[in-house]
C-alpha cells in the first residue's frame, strides 16, 4: 500500500509512529491520515492546520514532506 510506504519515507526523516497505525509526529508536529488520501497536519499551537494529499508517486514523497514540515514551521513561527 503507497500510503505504508509514504510512512516509511516519514520515519526516515524523524518522524515517529505514535501508537496509532496512521499517525505520526515529530516534535510537536502531527500528521494523521484519515480514511481517504488526505493526511491530517498540525501542531501544538493548530491542531488541524491544513490536509494535505497522500503523495500518489514514490517520487513525490520527499516534495510532500518537505512541504509539510515548512507548513509547521511556518506556524511554529507564527504561534511564537
Known amino acids: 500500500m503507497l500510503i505504508d510506504d509514504f510512512i ?4 526516515r526523516q524523524g518522524w515517529k509512529q505514535t501508537g496509532r497505525r496512521y499517525a505520526l ?12 488520501r488526505w493526511l491530517e497536519i498540525g501542531t ?11 503523495p500518489q508517486r514514490p517520487e513525490d ?8 514540515e ?3 514551521r511556518e506556524d511554529d513561527e507564527r504561534a511564537s
Do not use: H, N
Open 70 to 72: 515548512q507548513l509547521c
Open 25 to 36: 509526529e515529530k516534535g510537536s508536529w502531527c500528521i494523521v491520515c484519515d480514511t481517504s
Open 44 to 54: 501544538r499551537a493548530t491542531p488541524r492546520l491544513r490536509d494535505v494529499e497522500v
Open 61 to 68: 514523497f520527499q516534495s510532500t514532506i518537505d512541504q509539510i
Open 8 to 11: 516509511k519515507a516519514l520515519t
